[in-house]
């Protein structure tokens, strides 16, 4: 199974930023980030394939942006003009041979 490890994440205002990274322990072929509000369903938030092609959720496109490093086996998530419908514990998430990883989560916080 694939570890990650994720960083970033945080307290923020209404519109400002922040960046998670994630780190795996190999190569990868999807990686991504999911994001898990209280009482509500764990939700696709973007991924990336090795390939470089991108897919978001509608409510993040154009604020938020994806980007992964092959050679470091690296995936991060810049996160723009944040909403207070943002907050959630966000999960840094591949798929290697079908399997899916889950990093342990990290808190992201956006006040009003």
């Known amino acids: 199974q694939v570890q990650l490890v994720e960083s970033g994440g945080g307290l923020v205002q209404a519109g400002g930023s922040l960046r998670l990274s994630c780190a795996a322990s190999?190569?990868?072929?999807?990686m991504g980030w999911y994001r898990q509000a209280p009482g509500k369903q764990r939700e696709l938030v973007a991924e990336?394939?090795?390939?470089?092609?991108?897919n978001y959720e509608d409510s993040v496109k154009g604020r938020f942006t994806i980007s992964r490093d092959n050679a470091k086996n690296t995936v991060s998530l810049q996160m723009n003009s944040l909403k207070p419908e943002d907050t959630a514990v966000y999960y840094c998430?591949?798929?290697?041979?079908?399997?899916?990883?889950w990093g342990q989560g990290t808190q992201v916080t956006v006040s009003s």
């Open positions: 998430t591949a798929v290697v041979n079908g399997l899916r990883s």
């Open positions: 190999g190569s990868i072929f999807i």
């Open positions: 990336i394939k090795s390939t470089g092609r991108t």
